[in-house]
């Protein structure tokens, strides 16, 4: 009997169909999943406030034509400062959060940046009472077929683009800004595009 | 040749001319700029919601892309130009059809060469196993180690799958799983009122609820839960969710509003009812629900 298994099975490296073999392809087989995992595991978590976009490093799209209080307002016009574009709504609450951080970052920046805001899927007479009640004198676009929102690749609001003097898309912000957080990421430009 | 051959060499042949044919006959009538249009916003992800393409979507950024896609058309651009100048917008995740480049590609390598492997192995162990007339005794130390291998191979593989869950996709801060799949709170609440508008309040329901797994203080999925459970016959559980969103959200006009319909219609209360919705007018006097606000504040005055 003992003479019969080793025939069958001999001991002689890991030939085809052998437990060897299969332990081998095994093997191959969970370090190609592994390897797969750490691809994606190492990738940029999406969970940061700072997204991805296609635009970032890109002369940002031109926005032109008038606010909902009149005034004449071009993207290209504000080259040479900072540009925070905002989009937003008054139904969206974490709009409504934001709103006051915006409002502090606009009075901080002193000229050196520039808040400018789209409304998303809104109304511009709630729009306009909206800012009646909480403050904020930037220029607010109304963006009626949602053109805008597409042009920049927004999802939903509130989204933020930083903006650099040059005209080119520095960040991408999704979710709430906080002045905190503007002014870091203006500092952070600041001395990118210095050092260019 | 054998028969068994031949009919092989026949089934060959006609599977091969009934593609031929269908590939042919398929490109040979020409589409519409419409049908064209149709097609390719059939295969773009409408920005704002929740696994539907921007064709089956009446949201107005899917209403947005498909102007895109017509206008696109229009001008005579190519399928890929069109898509290009969406990727270039929005990032490869607006395309509802993974592309086979990049990253991506793994969605298709990766089934192909698992089949591949495991088709490998199977054949191999079937040609090493024991014929007919061989003994096939085995050890059982044989058998455990494989089956502890088999074991390992299934764990790594479960923990793998749920690594790749918890870290791929496109997603917005704060959420935790693939990207289609679960949504921010904006996109859902966004969904949700659409499905209020359309009379799906159940589906409106389990969305609000979404966005309260993701932020158990949202002042607007608080309150409109609040408001359809009150809906639903549950006054009580409806005006404490009101409340909290209230507490959350002092300035959040609509909780304002269903907390004072709440205390004149159900809880007989039009005093407080009518402080209630007063206030909601100093917050929104151009909401779309003023003037029955202003309705139901005239009944509430009325009865104290």
Redesign the interface.
Known sequence: ?NV??EE?RPESGP?????R???W??G???V???A??A???T?Q?????I?????VGRLAPEISGSAVDGRAVRLSGLRGRYVVLNFFAT????C??EHPELRDFADAADGKAEVVAVIF?D?P??VR?FFE?RGGDWPVLDDP???V??????????ESFLIAPDGVVVSRI??EVTTEGLTALVARAESNFAST | MSVRRLAWVALGMVATVTFAFAVLNGGSTPETPAARSERLAAGIRCPTCQGLSAAESDAKAASAVRAEITRRVVEGQSDAEIRQALVDRYGRGILLTPEGQGVAALVWAVPVVVVVVAGAALALRLRGAPKVGDVGVRSRPTLVKRAALAGVVIAAAVGAGTVVARTAGERLPGESATGSVDLGPAQLLIEARRRLEQGDAVEALRLYDRVLEQDRAHPEALAYRGWLVRLAGQTQEGLDLVDTAIAADPEYADARLFKGVMLLEDLNQPAAAAEELRRFLDLAPESEFAAQARASLAQAEAAT
């Open positions: 009997m019969e298994l069958v030939t085809a169909g052998s437990p073999a299969v332990r392809i095994a191959g087989l969970a190609a999943v592994l797969f995992v691809l994606l595991a990738r978590p999406a969970a940061t406030r997204a991805d976009s296609p635009l139904w969206c609450v974490p409504q959060r899927d109304d007479a709630r009472e009640r077929g949602g053109k929102a597409l042009d920049y690749g927004v999802r939903g609001p509130p999704v979710g």
